[in-house]
């Protein structure tokens, strides 16, 4: 028989746009609870105005991330056992991106930077040809395996410091993505990669305080991958001035 | 108080990396004002540097030699970081720079006291 437990106290950021206050609901606790699973508790038994996002519910689609504690996380793949302090949780949107309502961001911002960064594919081989081969073991193919589990969750932007103090900057996961395509065989203009993440609000803003490698959820790395730009864009600005001595 | 989503080691190793800056560029006007007087007023620089004789000031002098070692050793480690290819070892690179500097700072007092 399952023991009784004491309610849970969880504080849920209430508003739109840049004003808001934090609300407190009192939330029966489960033995087997994550931070989504609140959230909808209260969304279907406390208070049906509020808002959140997500879809998938397993960490697949990225969608239900939320600041818990203070901290950038998957609410789906975060217990509660996890955060509960003091009987408490905070739960707000993810810091760095406006807020549409309560929970729920607007993403917009992150995903035009993903863009801005040179993130769409553009292919050097029309249907017609033959698929280029692509060798999975060459170091090259490693580096783009590496970040190419991203799911834009926006995580690391959200863990982000250089994304809060400048509003240009593209951002963790646009820069993995940039650095993905750099290393990606089937990507014949890597010049053009590199011109798109080098400029004002490039890779060399990273002050490299590494949140967004230790709060990726996926377990990847945008702090090496940022690390690998600034080094071949450094390598291209001299290939660049010794070609113009 | 630091923010929940700052502390991890390589966050505070970017905040002592910067503040050691800060501090740094904060004393060079004074060094270099005592330097010119070495030039400029010889008796004064002489009473300035006798200071240096109090334990208080050497341990104070300490602390600034941490500081320059802290932010050497992890300028250092920047740029391995950036310009070496590798990934791991992260926060082991940022406790030895720490630890290098507490090594240099500890040394310079034991040799001064």
Redesign the interface.
């Known amino acids: 028989m399952t023991e009784a437990r004491a309610n849970m106290m969880i504080s849920v950021w209430r508003g739109m746009g840049s004003t808001g206050k934090f609300e407190t609901f009192e939330v029966p606790a489960q033995d087997n609870q994550t931070v989504l699973d609140v959230v909808t508790w209260i969304q279907q038994a406390a208070d049906p105005s509020l808002s959140y996002r997500y879809a998938c519910r397993v960490g697949m689609c990225g969608s239900c991330a939320m600041?818990v504690?203070?901290?950038?996380r998957w609410t789906c793949r975060t217990h509660v056992k996890r955060v509960l302090r003091d009987n408490q949780i905070e739960i707000a949107p993810l810091?760095n991106l406006p807020v549409i309502k309560d929970l729920a961001t607007d993403m917009d911002p992150f995903f035009d930077k993903w863009v801005k960064a040179g993130g769409v594919h553009r292919a050097s081989r029309s249907r017609d040809m033959p698929i280029q081969e692509v060798k999975p073991d060459t170091a090259q193919r490693q580096a783009a395996d590496n970040g190419i589990e991203c799911i834009n969750c926006a995580v690391c932007y959200?863990?982000c410091?250089t994304v809060s103090s400048n509003r240009d900057y593209l951002g963790p996961a646009a820069l993995q993505r940039a650095w993905t395509l750099f290393n990606d065989e089937k990507v014949v203009d890597k010049q053009a990669v590199l011109d798109a993440v080098s400029g004002s609000g490039g890779c060399h803003n990273c002050?490299?305080?590494?949140?967004c490698?230790?709060?990726c959820p996926n377990d990847l790395?945008p702090?090496?991958s940022i690390?690998?730009l600034?080094?071949e864009t450094?390598k291209s600005f001299f290939r660049r001035g010794s070609k113009q001595c | 108080m630091i923010r929940p989503h700052r502390s991890h080691p390589l966050w505070l190793a970017y905040f002592l990396h910067r503040v050691s800056g800060l501090a740094l560029a904060l004393f060079l006007p004074f060094h270099f004002l005592l330097l010119s007087m070495v030039i400029s007023q010889p008796q004064t620089a002489d009473a300035l540097l006798r200071f240096t004789d109090h334990l208080t000031v050497k341990l104070a002098e300490g602390g600034l030699v941490f500081l320059l070692a802290v932010h050497f050793f992890g300028g250092v480690r920047l740029l391995a970081l950036e310009f070496l290819p590798w990934s791991g070892k992260r926060k082991t690179i940022t406790a030895a720079a720490i630890a290098f500097a507490f090594f240099v700072s500890g040394s310079f007092v034991l040799r001064a006291v």
């Not at chain 1, 504690?69 to 950038?72: E, L, V, Y």
């Open positions: 600041m504690n203070g901290q950038p810091r959200a863990a410091d002050h490299t305080q590494g949140s490698t230790k709060f790395d702090l090496g690390a690998g600034k080094r450094a």
